[in-house]
């Protein structure tokens, strides 16, 4: 059973950077994909970034250019860089994992994983 904890959130003046952190654990295949979701209080959840077992990366449109996503394969972590913060940012992060191949098109689609972690709290101030 896949176990995915996050950590790194915390509250930032815009214009800031953060880098958020999720270990992972307990999978194994050579096929998957790990990424990172947000929900702001009262919205849908919504796909952040993505990076596969194929090497791809895709970003959601609002975070491109702003935000890196990594994964270091000796330490089973994947990382996200959060650069030029804005307050519409603000949410609460999670990790997430499938441990199968996504198609390209549905990589950020949070309804195509089945491991999260528990969220990492990321507030932007003005």
């Known amino acids: 059973q896949v176990q995915l904890v996050e950590s790194g959130g915390g509250s930032v003046q815009a214009g800031g950077s953060l880098t958020l952190s999720c270990a992972a654990s307990?999978?194994?295949?050579?096929?998957?994909?790990m990424a990172w979701f947000r929900q702001p209080p009262g919205k849908d959840r919504e796909g952040v970034a993505v990076i596969c077992s194929d090497g791809m990366t895709s970003y959601g449109d609002s975070v491109k250019g702003r935000f890196t996503i990594s994964k270091d394969n000796a330490k089973n972590t994947l990382a996200l860089q959060m650069n030029s913060l804005k307050p519409e940012d603000t949410a609460m992060y999670y990790c997430a994992a499938a441990v199968r191949w996504l198609d390209y098109y549905t990589r950020l689609n949070p309804a195509r994983y089945n491991a999260w972690g528990q969220g990492t709290q990321v507030t932007v101030s003005s």
């Open positions: 307990g999978y194994t295949g050579s096929r998957y994909c």
